[in-house]
């Protein structure tokens, strides 16, 4: 039979990739493999917050820091001069409030003197009203003392006039102490985003801003490549996905330390993909095509390694080659 078909090498050539596909349709069905996979950890982007020229950069590229540690300042002197003018305003808003509740226990006073003055002034004109009826008192000095009580009414509500107006002044006074506090917080924060630290430990990839270069507010200055959620990346194609379930054996190897076999497991599976690069970034998009072929759709399925090999560096980005048994 072999022999008939070396006499057709077309019907044996058909015959072999007949039953390349046969087996590889049968494999599918037990394992998945994939060389487009990924190192990946989490990468921490630090960004401006403020603008400003930058003053110091106290990192270089691929140095390692420790969290907390100084990463690069900003300009301090505009922000230090906001945070003094701030206080002085607030210092002003604070004895501007002082004032008007002086203002009012003055008030209060004149309101009770105007009232005492009122009080007089009606008890005048009863003992006048008295005596005009006796007969005892000319109609002169009765139109004086009405004049009296009138002109001590109308002082009276002019005295109340001032106090409310004084009770306004403290009202205003207070939502100023406020704003100015407000300001004050916002410009100790301004300056506070001065200066700018690593808020985990890692080490810092490699960036491009220079000493005097200006950051506007969310300029991204530097990533700090962290050992945070060390995992492998691998985009299955959608065949597998049925049969793919976190925790399943994966067998692997990594691009910087080739030759070498390590275990891990699936930790979990992508529920969606971007079909557009245009689409917001929410959800990964996997490229579907290779120069000119266009290849199954591919979900990222993440693997945590079992134990990441003592003395092997952290390559963000290396590529790593993965097989997952059924």
Known sequence: MFTALLR?????????????????????????????????????????????????????????????QLLFEIEKTPYRLKVEQTQAALQ?????????????????AGVTSAQAVLTNAQAQLGRVKSLSTEGFSPEASLDVATRDVATATANVQTAQAALDVSNRRVVVAGATIASAKADLDKAQYDFSKTTMRAPEAGRIAPFTIRLGDYLSPGTEVLAIVTDRRRR??????????????????????????????HYGRVSGVAAGVSRSPSNPQVVPYVEPTTDWVRLPQRFPIEITLDDWPAGLGLFNGADARTLIWF
């Open 232 to 261: 492998i990346v691998a985009n299955m194609p959608e065949r597998h996905l049925a049969r793919i379930r976190p925790g399943q054996r994966v067998w692997l190897t990594l691009g910087s330390d080739p030759w070498v076999i």
């Open 8 to 68: 057709h090498p077309v019907k044996l050539i058909i015959g072999v990739i007949v039953a390349l596909f046969v087996l590889y349709e049968i494999s599918v069905r037990f394992f998945a493999y994939t060389a487009d996979a990924y190192v990946m950890s989490d990468i921490l982007v630090v960004s401006s917050e403020i603008a400003g020229p930058v003053s110091r950069l106290a990192v270089q590229n691929n140095q390692s820091v420790a969290a907390g």
């Open 92 to 108: 002003q808003a604070q004895a501007d409030l002082e004032l008007a509740r002086d203002e009012v226990n003055s008030a209060k």
